[in-house]
């Protein structure tokens, strides 16, 4: 069953706490993404990793940073929560990045920074 | 982002009815993905077009990179299909990434 999955689905944090996501793709794809969405802006890429130890800046990177150790895994850390950082985190991944591949999304956190 | 627009913003339609999303882009794109986000907030991938037309039940896409711009058909309109659309052009800026546009609320009336 080809699927992204992430934990956890509802997060609460307060301010100046560290925060970790966490995805994992049983499809063995080489890319995975990190993506927030904020009402009416859509989703923006915060980072792209094109396999393990291979990570990108995305459009939106100031605040987080990511760990890729396995191909299958790729994190998302908050180092200092701010409440701005608020959101909807969406992980992605892909067979590849640089060939037509389809994108397959997690089914998002919910991250509440108070 | 700027470089994706999505119409409309927002859209109505009665069961059985149909309509066309549009994305227009304002510079190359390689690819094309249309998503639908659910009630539930997943993202469902409907289609990836490099060019050309597909077509999947009552949905229908076409990309066109010469003009630059994609469309989603939806005929025949079903409760079920209310959601957001968005579209995704994937762009060399380098690297290839995908760029999002903000999304079409569609909401169908029974």
């Known amino acids: 069953d080809m699927k992204v999955t992430q934990m956890p689905r509802y997060l609460i944090k307060r301010m100046g706490e560290n925060v970790l996501l966490e995805c994992g793709q049983d499809?063995?794809?080489?890319?995975m993404y990190w993506y927030r969405q904020d009402p009416g802006l859509g989703l923006q890429l915060i980072y792209i990793s094109y396999d393990v130890d291979s990570n990108s800046e995305g459009d939106i990177p100031k605040g987080y940073r990511v760990s890729r150790k396995k191909r299958e895994h790729f994190s998302l850390i908050l180092d200092s929560a701010k409440t701005n950082q608020t959101s909807v985190y969406f992980c992605a991944s892909s067979l590849f990045a640089f060939s037509n591949e389809r994108l397959f999304f997690g089914h998002g956190t919910k991250l509440s920074v108070l | 982002g700027d470089q994706v627009e999505q119409s409309p913003s927002a859209l109505s339609l009665h069961e059985g009815t149909g309509s066309a999303l549009r994305c227009n882009f304002t510079t190359t794109m390689r690819a094309v993905q249309w998503f639908q986000q659910n009630s539930r907030g997943s993202l469902i991938n409907l289609f990836y077009?490099?060019?050309g037309t597909k077509e999947n039940g009552r949905l229908k896409s076409t990309f066109n990179s010469k003009e630059s711009y994609s469309t989603l058909h939806i005929r025949d309109a079903q409760l079920e299909d209310s959601g957001t659309y968005f579209c995704?052009?994937?762009?060399?800026?380098?690297?290839?990434?995908?760029?999002f546009g903000a999304g079409t609320r569609l909401k169908v009336i029974a």
């Open positions: 077009l490099a060019s």
């Open positions: 499809m063995s794809h080489e890319t």
């Open positions: 995704a052009a994937e762009i060399n800026t380098g690297n290839y990434k995908y760029v």
